[in-house]
């Protein structure tokens, strides 16, 4: 719908309009006249970069600030060298922070010699006051910062920080900074421009923000309360996407199970995957994250009828110490997530699971860990993401006491690591010799002989092909697997019917 509204045919002169989404139509109507006079002054085109630090749905508001961009009249580029940077960034953990401040001095340095070159950061650090303030204390050629919730105002905050850069007001202090952060929000203003980074497949937002706390974790407090989108806006969005040709979505949420609870006419998720499944055109359905303590049987069934659902499910454990589990306020403990496996395998049995582990929670002793490693091997994880615990500043964990030394961590992090390495790769072997789908997804990086692509349970296979062959569904023979990916050939000839998988 919103490919529809001509920029140019919008009064800049008049007042903006109070109403969303339609004030942002205006305000990137005045964006676009500045980029152009800017463009015709430098006599070449205006290039925009913008850099993911977080997580799926953190990438999702990425294609929604390059649509935003793109449509004001900047060139998306690769490196940062460019008019308009933004870093888009995650404070999941300490080190992500580290990351964004080590590429700000660098940026800082491309500045000198680009003065007019506009700096915005945005995401969920940004949430964090202890941030924005030493960005303004130290960081002051930033142009332009703002949050998670206000992030579908970002042509109105842009218009203001270009104003404020090309005027110079920017050069006399941060009272030419553009700073606006929102504590939190029940508004989800729908109908933007998005520019998705593939053609093919698309992530789609069906909620926001989460509830539950969990005692290690920021994102509650970064993202704010949890609000699901209408369903009805959502398939509406996915046909839009199929017309547009993707075959793969991705429903995104942090915890996915308990969507559409708080709806005026509530839903459940299984229902508006029955109802996605139905959109023709469309051909695999993924989605993260599913809360263990949220997952119904419902779900499972909708998934062990469906076509289109990927079998795959991605069911963070954390912990395998009911003990820790019950500090983290998991609301699971080690029997119930290992009979919730055993459910959904005896359901779905060629399901690939995958999960997250954190690892050195305060207080975890050595028989806690050994917990967590006797459920890796009893569930046998097709692929884990093990990570070091980090102390959130505001979380209740960062105020329990007994935080586990840090070289205690590490050799435990070393232990849990090489055995889920070892489970995967034999997991990953099982299906050497079979004929399965792949979506061919980009050309292989390493050699140009070959493309990329995954099977519906998630796993990467290499293939012989050419880039006219992205985004299409082909048959493929995996001749042999390496560790962690396949390397197959595509079956085009009469033998070639796929087996099921399972
Ligand atoms: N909503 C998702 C997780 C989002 S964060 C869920 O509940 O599954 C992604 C992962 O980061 C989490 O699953 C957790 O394993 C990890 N994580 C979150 N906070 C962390 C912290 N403080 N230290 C280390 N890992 C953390
Ligand atoms: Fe964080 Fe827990 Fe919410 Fe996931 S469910 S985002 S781990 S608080
Ligand atoms: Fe990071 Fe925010 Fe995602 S903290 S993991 S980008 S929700």
Known sequence: MHQEIDLDKIDIHAEPPIEEPARQYYFMAKCRQIVKAERERLGRPLYACIQTFGCQMNARDSEKLTGILTRIGYVECETEDADFVIYNTCTVRENANNKVYGRLGYLGTLKKKNPRMII??????????TAVDKLKESYRFVNLIFGTHNIYKFAELAAAAMENSFSGQHHRGTD??????WKDTDKIVEDLPVERKYAFKSGVNIMFGCNNFCSYCIVPYVRGRE???????IIREIRRLVADGVVEVMLLGQNVNSYGKNLREPVTFAQLLAEAEQIE?????????????????????VMKKSQKICRHLHLPLQSGSSRILKKMNRCYDKEHYLALVDKIRAAIPDIALTTDIIVGFPGETG???AETLDVVRRVEYDSAFTFLYSKRTGTPAAAMEEQVPELEVKARFDRLLAEVQEISAKKARKLTGRTLPVLIEEKNEQDASLVTGRLDNNSVVHLPGTADMIGQICQVYLEECRGFYYIGK???DGNGASDKQG
């Open 490 to 492: 595509p079956v085009t």
């Open 367 to 369: 028989e806690d860990f």
């Open 227 to 233: 609000r699901s989108r209408e369903p009805g806006e």
């Open 120 to 129: 915005g950061l945005c995401g969920c650090m940004m949430q964090e006051q």
């Open 281 to 301: 055109g469309l051909e695999r359905i993924r989605f993260m994250t599913s809360h263990p303590k949220d997952l119904s049987d419902e779900l499972i069934a």
């Open 176 to 181: 030419g900074m553009t700073i606006d952060i």
